[in-house]
């Protein structure tokens, strides 16, 4: 089975930036919808932003215009950039495809001052 593994999670202030990645150890052309989650503490674990496979996107209301989700067939690599981000923007973000399948070790995402 496809094995995920995120990466580019970090610290960063109020208003920063970040660009997460998703490296895939085997195809993703298969998945036509890819998608980041996010799970805070204390919280259920939530969907963030889709990417099908002709790159139609669609996002959570509170990312929105602030997220921008792509994804790379040839690299199997799907990407999150974030900008102006917000405290509660912190958590562990991870990625997976529909249907899921085993989750990855997720990137910590820290947003405070």
């Known amino acids: 089975q496809v094995q995920l593994a995120e990466s580019g999670g970090g610290l960063v202030h109020p208003g920063g930036s970040l660009r997460l990645s998703c490296a895939a150890s085997?195809?993703?052309?298969?998945?036509?919808?890819m998608g980041w989650y996010r799970q805070a503490p204390g919280k259920q674990r939530e969907w963030v932003a889709k990417?099908?496979?002709?790159?139609?996107?669609v996002y959570t209301a509170s990312v929105k215009g602030r997220f921008t989700i792509s994804r790379d067939n040839a690299k199997n690599t799907v990407y999150l950039q974030m900008k102006s981000l917000k405290p509660e923007d912190t958590a562990v973000y991870y990625c997976?495809?529909?249907?899921?399948?085993?989750w990855g070790r997720g990137a910590q995402v820290t947003v405070s001052s």
């Open positions: 997976n495809g529909v249907p899921l399948i085993n």
């Open positions: 085997g195809s993703i052309s298969s998945f036509y919808v």
């Open positions: 990417i099908t496979s002709d790159s139609s996107t």
